[in-house]
């Protein structure tokens, strides 16, 4: 296994998408934190949210049980607060949502692992409005078999991308199926280096996704991107500007010739990560700039309304050494950091985020505080300034 929910510093999260035609673009100015429920008072945390309109959210990933083992978690926005709604768990080992996307108020995907005596099957659930109900996912190695993203354009399809442990050689191997409404099916995915991982997968239709990851050879992580095309996935060329270690974990796409993925990168003798930004035009990967930070810090999802609209979110390690909720926005030409709050008293990360409106997001995380870690959800809106009316005497 790559990552687990509970090590705050390994920052392998994946974005769930709703996959959207492009938006007009959004206009956030402030963050602020909503109140989120936790199923475990000492362990919470969330991995992906995905948003159909300012009444519809659903988030996902996972607690840990008065056993210490970790169990499914997912909670909906309804437009005033959220709630815990129930959900499944396969065997009685670990199990963990990644990544969920949602198309209407009665479908959502949600998808991540069950591990039981040492080894890790896909998992995959649906929610149709009322409850979430676990469908059957296709596995491609008896060992380790992980979901890390989802992105679904109708109820009758969705895409679903991670990795497995190939127990011929022992590397990591893509991992990717299809879900037409009924069944996931496996899908042939092509490998890069001695291992390979797909951390984030956006669909804009049937015909089109990217998904992106790493590929690991002579002992150094790289890039790695890979698009669909209705029958075929094929490795498109893909930057890195880090000198020894490249991780990609979130991408977001809405056309076919814009989509950014976002992760982090190392390039310095410190060994600290960086924030890692690419963006698609259609025919190439190129590297963007992002804001200088003298600190360690690494983006971790992506959601794009537009061409010149888009915002990530990750985290930043503070000059005390803890690390903090990171969002930076695009206008179309610079990413530009935004001020955002942090709960607790020690770690913050921001994993995913979905904006419902022009002037609305929200992102998804958790926080520590004392011995506790729980969920942590920020709002991003643009508020209306009060005017003053004129004295006309």
């Given at each position: 296994m790559k990552r687990f929910l509970r090590l705050f510093t390994v920052l392998a999260l994946a974005i769930g998408f709703v996959a959207v035609a492009d938006r007009a673009g959004a206009v956030v100015t402030k963050a602020t934190v909503v109140p989120s429920p936790n199923l475990s008072t000492t362990l919470s945390g969330l991995n992906s949210v995905s948003c159909v309109s300012l009444t519809v959210c659903v988030a996902v990933g996972a607690y840990v049980n008065s056993l210490d083992v970790d169990r499914t978690q997912a909670m909906i926005w309804d437009g005033t607060a959220w709630t815990i709604t129930p959900t499944p768990n396969v065997g009685g080992g670990d199990n963990s949502l990644a990544s969920v996307s949602c198309t209407s108020a009665t479908f959502c995907m949600a998808v991540g692992f069950a591990s039981d005596a040492g080894s890790s099957e896909s998992l995959a659930m649906t929610w149709d409005g009322s409850s979430w109900t676990t469908v059957t996912s296709p596995n491609s190695s008896p060992e380790d078999n992980v979901y890390e993203s989802v992105s679904c354009?109708?109820?009758?399809?969705?895409?679903?991308?991670?990795?497995?442990?190939?127990?011929?050689?022992?590397?990591?191997?893509?991992?990717?199926?299809?879900?037409?409404?009924?069944?996931?099916?496996?899908?042939?995915?092509?490998?890069?280096?001695?291992?390979?991982?797909?951390?984030?997968?956006?669909?804009?239709?049937?015909?089109?996704?990217?998904?992106?990851?790493?590929?690991?050879?002579?002992?150094?992580?790289?890039?790695?991107?890979?698009?669909?095309?209705?029958?075929?996935?094929?490795?498109?060329?893909?930057?890195?500007?880090?000198?020894?270690?490249?991780?990609?974990?979130?991408?977001?796409?809405?056309?076919?010739?814009?989509?950014?993925?976002?992760?982090?990168?190392?390039?310095?003798?410190?060994?600290?990560?960086?924030?890692?930004?690419?963006?698609?035009?259609?025919?190439?990967?190129?590297?963007?700039?992002?804001?200088?930070?003298?600190?360690?810090?690494?983006?971790?999802?992506?959601?794009?309304?537009?061409?010149?609209?888009?915002?990530?979110?990750?985290?930043?390690?503070?000059?005390?050494?803890?690390?903090?909720?990171?969002?930076?926005?695009?206008?179309?030409?610079?990413?530009?950091?935004?001020?955002?709050?942090?709960?607790?008293?020690?770690?913050?990360?921001?994993?995913?985020?979905?904006?419902?409106?022009?002037?609305?997001?929200?992102?998804?995380?958790?926080?520590?505080?004392?011995?506790?870690?729980?969920?942590?959800?920020?709002?991003?809106?643009?508020?209306?300034?009060e005017v003053t009316p004129a004295f006309t005497g």
């Open positions: 354009v109708a109820a009758n399809f969705c895409m679903a991308v991670g990795y497995y442990l190939d127990g011929t050689d022992n590397f990591y191997k893509t991992l990717a199926a299809t879900w037409d409404g009924t069944t996931l099916s496996p899908l042939a995915s092509p490998n890069a280096g001695n291992s390979s991982y797909l951390e984030s997968v956006s669909c804009i239709s049937t015909t089109l996704c990217m998904a992106v990851g790493e590929q690991y050879e002579t002992f150094t992580f790289q890039t790695l991107s890979m698009s669909w095309d209705g029958s075929t996935w094929t490795i498109l060329t893909t930057p890195d500007p880090g000198a020894s270690e490249n991780l990609v974990y979130g991408v977001s796409c809405v056309s076919a010739t814009w989509c950014v993925a976002v992760g982090g990168s190392i390039d310095s003798s410190d060994g600290d990560f960086a924030a890692l930004i690419m963006a698609w035009n259609g025919a190439s990967w190129t590297s963007a700039t992002s804001p200088t930070f003298a600190t360690e810090n690494q983006l971790l999802g992506v959601d794009c309304l537009s061409t010149s609209d888009c915002i990530a979110v990750g985290q930043f390690r503070d000059e005390t050494g803890i690390f903090q909720t990171m969002v930076l926005t695009w206008d179309g030409n610079t990413w530009t950091l935004l001020n955002s709050p942090n709960s607790g008293t020690g770690e913050n990360f921001l994993s995913s985020i979905s904006c419902p409106a022009v002037d609305t997001c929200f992102a998804a995380g958790g926080y520590q505080s004392a011995d506790t870690e729980a969920t942590l959800i920020l709002a991003l809106t643009h508020p209306v300034p």
